[in-house]
C-alpha cells in the first residue's frame, strides 16, 4: 500500500522556536520521490522540496532542512527559528515510481501556527 | 507570467446552477489535474488529463466533467450544483503523469454553493 502519515494535526510555537514537522511513508517501490508543499493562510499551495529515493542527503535552505531517512521511511521538515511568516499548512506527498500509478500520495497536512 | 491560472478565484451560486472554472498552464507541462480540497484541508484528486487523454478519473459525480481542448487547457464544468460542492478546487499541472517532478498549482478557486 502506498500511504503518506503526517501524525500531527496542528502544532502551536512560539517565534524563534524550532519545530519539526513528522513524514511517514509507506511504498513498496524501491524508485519513488517524496515532497514538501507549503499552503499558507492566502491559500496556495507552494512547491518547497523534491527528493529522490537514491538520494538520502540532508537538505538545507535557509532556515529549513529536511532529514530523509529511508531507514525509518520518514522524510521529516525542520524550520529553525520560526517565524509568524512560517504559519501555515505543510503537506508531505510521495510520487511512487512503478506500476501504473499516476498520481501524488498526499498526507493529510501539520497546521502550523507560529505565534509572536 | 503566472504559470497555472484558473479563473474565477472566487464562485457563489446557488444550488442547481451549473458553473465552469477554466484552468491554463504556460509551463509547456504535459498533464494536468484538477483537485478538490476541502474545509479540512484534505486533498483529492479528480481527474488528470496527459495530452489531452483523461488518465485519471477518480470517484466523483458524474456532474462533474472535465474538459481538455488542448495539453495547456483543463477546464471544469459542474452541473446541478450542490451545497456539498462548496470547497476550493485546484487545477495543477506537471511534467509527467507520474508527478515525479511535482505539481505546479493554480490559486485555486474557492467555491460556495448557497
Known amino acids: 500500500a502506498q500511504k503518506v502519515t503526517q501524525a500531527q494535526t496542528e502544532i502551536s510555537v512560539v517565534e524563534k522556536e524550532d519545530v519539526t514537522l513528522d513524514c511517514v511513508y509507506e511504498t513498496r517501490d524501491t524508485t519513488y520521490y517524496l515532497f514538501w508543499y507549503k499552503q499558507p493562510p492566502s491559500g496556495e499551495l507552494v512547491f518547497l522540496i523534491r527528493r529522490n529515493s537514491f538520494d538520502e542527503q540532508n537538505e538545507i535552505s535557509g532556515r529549513y532542512s529536511w532529514n530523509f531517512q529511508k531507514s525509518t521511511s520518514s522524510f521529516n521538515f525542520t524550520i529553525t527559528a520560526s517565524q509568524v511568516v512560517d504559519s501555515a499548512v505543510y503537506f508531505c506527498?510521495?510520487?511512487?515510481?512503478?506500476?501504473?500509478?499516476?498520481?501524488?500520495?498526499w498526507g493529510l497536512g501539520t497546521s502550523l501556527a507560529v505565534n509572536p | 507570467d503566472t504559470a497555472v491560472s484558473q479563473t474565477p478565484k472566487y464562485l457563489v451560486t446557488q444550488m442547481g446552477n451549473d458553473k465552469s472554472i477554466k484552468c491554463e498552464q504556460n509551463l509547456g507541462h504535459d498533464t494536468m489535474y484538477w483537485y478538490k480540497q476541502d474545509s479540512k484541508k484534505f486533498l483529492k484528486i479528480m481527474f488528470s488529463y496527459n495530452n489531452k487523454e483523461l488518465i485519471i478519473n477518480e470517484t466523483v459525480p458524474n456532474r462533474f466533467s472535465p474538459k481538455s481542448p488542448d495539453k495547456a487547457h483543463l477546464n471544469l464544468h459542474i452541473n446541478s450544483l450542490e451545497l456539498g460542492d462548496s470547497a476550493v478546487y485546484f487545477c495543477?499541472?506537471?511534467?509527467?503523469?507520474?508527478?515525479?517532478?511535482?505539481?505546479?498549482f493554480g490559486s485555486g478557486t474557492r467555491l460556495t454553493v448557497v
Open positions: 495543477a499541472s506537471s511534467q509527467d503523469p507520474r508527478g515525479a517532478y511535482g505539481y505546479t
Open positions: 506527498a510521495l510520487s511512487p515510481n512503478a506500476g501504473n500509478n499516476r498520481k501524488l500520495i
